[in-house]
């Protein structure tokens, strides 16, 4: 069966109102670029209220397919056979012709449902799909008809062509990114923040990252290992920047000057305020994390109220009523899992403390920072200016 183009589904873009072609023209552009590096020509357009992928000569159909269940928005994918308008007689030759390689085994229930959008069309959508649905019982004798849970939907639109098209491949979902403004994930190389990057993507949000690198008790494997991290996420979310910062100098500071029970805590906030000075800058609407209520001392609510407390910006935890199977599930599905569990440690496992305190006080987490005074400035300013920069996107 070749297929000439593809019907794309959305969910709630359907329901904005007004606003809905900005949404409709977002996810276009996603496709555009979903499609990009994807063997064969493509044409994405807008239609009568649809959007359609034409194909235009070869492709890699499997390629195509799996590029648009990345796209954020998609929630159906539907393989179409574009034929030319034709009189009844030669339209219900072209359906049967559709039916039997789509399913050979020829005992399926179905219903055609007709959609006449070419008004000129001498038959209306009703006898069309009495027609065509006898012509399929004709010819597959093991067909049955069933008009309220059919097995099959034979879809068939006549418009400048005749659409027919049966099959619905889900689409992820979700908003197209860059509808709903952008945040800055802490990107680790653990399980959970790409989770957490991916996340928010699919409502609709453009992703940064930052990365807190500390050479050189973390090696750079470890950094390599978070790249590969984002560009996964970006095959999703779309090129990420990606903010790396040598963390060392000011966890030493804190391991020399702080008590060791609130380390991990301290760390965090450091990693927070740093996070917020780059989404600041770039205009960034918020931050993300991938932290998860309870799942280790630094994400009890009071661990992560001491974290709060620093930042101006909105703190979004997608998974934060996650537990770690469900995270480790979706981790799975968007392929990050067998990277995050590589054994290349990162910053936050290298310092953590033997007994870190679960319930800590904002009051003593502060006053304990008073220690840093002398230094802890110079040392974040000198974290900012020698940060790294990178564009990492999926394929490149």
């Not at 068939?156 to 979700?174: A, D, K, L, Q, T």
């Not at 996420?233 to 920047?241: L, R």
């Not at 109220?305 to 996650?322: D, H, K, S």
């Amino acid at each position: 069966m070749t297929f000439h183009s593809f019907l794309i589904k959305y969910g709630e873009i359907g329901i904005k109102g007004k606003n809905r072609y900005m949404f409709e023209d977002a996810l276009v552009r996603q496709i555009r670029y979903a499609l990009k590096d994807v063997d064969g020509e493509f044409i994405v357009h807008k239609c009568h209220g649809r959007v359609y992928v034409d194909c235009e000569g070869e492709y890699d159909y499997e390629e195509t397919v799996e590029s648009l269940k990345k796209v954020f928005g998609i929630v159906g994918i539907c393989p179409v056979v574009r034929k030319p308008v034709k009189e009844i007689e030669e339209l219900k030759k072209d359906i049967v012709a559709y039916v039997g390689p789509m399913y050979p085994e020829g005992d399926k229930t179905f219903k055609v449902e007709a959609r006449r959008a070419n008004k000129r069309y001498p038959m209306n959508s009703m006898e069309i799909n009495c027609e065509l649905g006898e012509a399929v019982l004709d010819a597959y004798p093991g067909m049955k008809v069933d008009v309220h849970h059919p097995d099959i939907r034979l879809n068939v639109e006549i418009r400048e062509e005749v659409y027919i098209y049966s099959e619905i491949i889900p689409g992820p979902g979700g908003m197209p990114v860059g509808t709903n403004g952008s945040a800055m994930l802490l990107l680790s190389g653990g399980i959970d923040s790409p989770v957490a990057g991916y996340m928010i993507a699919k409502r609709g949000v453009e992703i940064e990252a930052v990365y807190f690198h500390a050479p050189p008790y973390t090696s750079e494997r470890a950094k390599e290992k978070v790249v590969d991290l984002a560009r996964y996420v970006s095959a999703y979310a779309g090129p990420i920047k990606l903010h790396i910062v040598n963390f060392t100098d000011i966890q030493l500071y804190i391991y020399e000057k702080c008590p060791h029970d609130e380390l991990t805590i301290i760390m965090r906030r450091y990693m927070m305020r740093i996070a917020e000075h780059f989404a600041k800058k770039d205009g960034c609407l918020g931050l993300i994390t991938g932290e998860s209520i309870g799942q280790v001392a630094s994400q009890t609510m009071q661990s992560l109220a001491a974290t709060n407390a620093v930042c101006t910006l909105p703190v979004y935890r997608p998974l934060i009523g996650f537990d770690k199977k469900e995270i480790v599930e979706i981790s799975e599905k968007i392929d990050t899992y067998e990277t995050s569990i590589l054994p290349y440690e990162d910053c936050c496992t290298i310092f953590v403390a033997k007994h870190p305190v679960t319930k800590p006080n904002v009051e003593r987490i502060a006053k304990s920072e008073l220690n840093l005074a002398e230094k802890i400035d110079e040392l974040v300013q000198t974290a900012i200016e020698t940060m790294e920069v990178i564009t990492v996107a999926y394929g490149e």
